[in-house]
Nanobody, 129 residues
Framework: QVHFVESGGGLVQPGGSLKLSCEASGFFTQYYAIGWFRQAPGKEREAVSGIGSSDGSTYYADSVKGRFTISRDNAKNRVYLQMNSLKPDDAAVYYC??????????????????????WGQGTQVTVSS
């Protein structure tokens, strides 16, 4: 059975940093594209970042470019999202999920929600002073 578990969220002041972790069980993340998504209250779930399996490809939403960095540790079967210079607009529940149809991500189309499976329960990120 496949499980994705997100962790690392919390309360941070504007300008602060957090590092989110996505750990998979029953699934080898190294062979697939993995995405990070977020959903704020009253808003639709949106793609934040994605990482390809072996080609080094990455995707970042325009709103997080230059502030967030996605990475993977295949030995630990984990994908991370380093978030710097956090803003109140970044507050949301963050989810990770796998795209079993793609090994590469680079465009918004490769981050379409319907292509992603094995959603975790999410981790809450709150940005407030």
């Amino acid at each position: 059975q496949v499980h994705f578990v997100e962790s690392g969220g919390g309360l941070v002041q504007p300008g602060g940093s957090l590092k989110l972790s996505c750990e998979a069980s029953g699934f080898f993340t190294q062979y697939y594209a993995i995405g990070w998504f977020r959903q704020a209250p009253g808003k639709e779930r949106e793609a934040v970042s994605g990482i390809g399996s072996s080609d080094g490809s990455t995707y970042y939403a325009d709103s997080v470019k230059g502030r967030f960095t996605i990475s993977r540790d295949n030995a630990k079967n984990r994908v991370y999202l380093q978030m710097n210079s956090l803003k109140p607009d970044d507050a949301a529940v963050y989810y990770c999920a796998a795209n079993t149809m793609r090994t590469s991500v680079s465009t918004a189309q490769t981050m379409a929600l319907y292509e992603y499976d094995y959603w975790g329960q999410g981790t809450q990120v709150t940005v407030s002073s």
